[in-house]
């Protein structure tokens, strides 16, 4: 499976404030030019705020 993939099934599965902040964080990176674009980038930020 490739990223896109992973990242699409990974957004559907979000729960309300997960979902709220993913839109918010990716939007955000898009305003700046860096574009979220990985999987690895997208577990990494989603851990950072809700695991650690």
Do not use: C
């Not at 699409?8 to 997960?18: F, N, T, V």
């Not at 898009?30 to 990985?38: E, K």
Request: avoid cysteine.
């Amino acid at each position: 499976m490739d990223d896109d993939l992973y990242m699409e099934y990974a957004k559907m599965r979000l729960g309300r404030q997960a979902k709220i902040f993913w839109e918010n964080e990716s939007y955000a990176a898009y305003r700046r030019g860096q574009p979220i674009t990985s999987w690895v980038d997208m577990a990494s930020r989603l851990r950072n705020k809700y695991v650690l």
